[in-house]
């Protein structure tokens, strides 16, 4: 490996401009009032693995029939600095998507990070957790382990593999090892357990499909290939499981701004809205 000629100075500085997107410092950047829809939540995301996880579990448990679980999807469009309006950063002072709010609360209740929303939403409604103390331990297990572990997918492999301006040999080679490892780890578990918890679809598959699922098929960072993902034959066929859900196709379509057109409802207020409002059907 070649030498980089870059050291450390003494102290750390930003180079950055006050225009980039990216800077070392939080809060509100401009006044901004977050919409309010009909229903008692309101989610304001996008479609990236995070906010994938939060669409589908809601679709889960309006199939299941709690209509409660009844939402507005606002669309925060993060590559044009939604995440640092106002209402938003009251509602996620970490400025990242997904971030709901639920106004059956008095005060209306924010809930922020994929992780708290999955789990918010699961105890709510009493669904997609096990109630017996060892199978809901392990589903906790694996919804941190997710949690934990999506960094090193998305802002390691995904940043220095598909998206930094330079590619680093060394940096690619650390993220590669740790996502076949990661994948390697979701693998042996699976080879003996239908679901992450067990026997029972749950938060924890809910969290996790948005990611590995998106790397086992290529959807995301076009690294299937290069990692050799067809290896993970226990993964493939979880990832297949989901994949044939209906909720889960219809929360995948849930504030998504590429693909297909067909594919894309920006903003859902209504179930019917899957019927009526993608961007094919609109434009
Ligand atoms: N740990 C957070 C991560 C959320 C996150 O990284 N969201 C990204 C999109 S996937 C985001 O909003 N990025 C905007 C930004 O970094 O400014 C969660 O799981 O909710």
Request: aromatic content about 8%; cysteine-free; charged content about 20%.
């Given at each position: 490996m070649k030498d980089s000629d870059y050291i450390p100075p003494q102290v750390w500085q930003w180079t950055g401009e006050?225009?980039?997107?990216?800077?070392?410092t939080s809060g509100s950047r401009y006044e901004h009032k977050l919409p309010v829809g009909k229903h008692p939540l309101q989610l304001y995301s996008l479609a990236t693995p995070n906010g994938q996880k939060v669409t589908i579990l809601l679709e889960e448990l309006l199939a299941l029939g709690?209509?409660?679980?009844?939402y507005d999807a606002w669309l925060i469009k993060i590559g044009e600095g939604q995440q640092f309006g106002s209402g938003f950063v009251e509602i996620n002072p970490n400025s990242k998507i997904p971030a709901l709010v639920d106004h059956s609360q008095n005060p209306p209740l924010r809930v922020f990070e994929s992780g708290s929303i999955l789990l918010y939403l699961a105890e709510k409604f009493k669904?997609?957790?096990?109630?017996?103390i060892a199978a809901r331990t392990e589903c906790l297990n694996w919804l941190f382990w997710q949690m934990g572990s999506a960094p090193y997918i998305g802002g390691g492999l995904g940043h220095f593999y598909?998206?930094?301006?330079v590619k680093i040999e060394y940096a690619i080679n650390r993220f590669a090892m740790e996502t076949k490892r990661l994948l390697d780890v979701l693998d042996q578990h699976l080879a003996k357990h239908e679901y992450l918890a067990g026997q029972e679809y749950s938060i924890a598959d809910i969290a996790a499909f948005p990611w590995y699922g998106s790397v086992i098929k290529g959807w995301?960072?076009?690294?299937d290939e290069f990692l050799s993902v067809d290896q993970y034959k226990h993964v493939q066929r979880w990832a297949d499981a989901i994949l044939a859900r209906p909720a889960v196709q219809r929360g995948r379509m849930v504030n998504r701004t590429f693909g297909d057109l067909a594919s894309?409802?920006?903003?859902?207020?209504?179930?019917s809205d899957f019927e009526t409002k993608t961007q094919d059907k609109l434009q």
């Open positions: 006050k225009t980039d997107l990216n800077q070392p709690h209509v409660g679980a009844e669904a997609f957790i096990p109630t017996d598909a998206y930094a301006p995301v960072y076009n690294a894309q409802l920006h903003e859902r207020h209504d179930a």
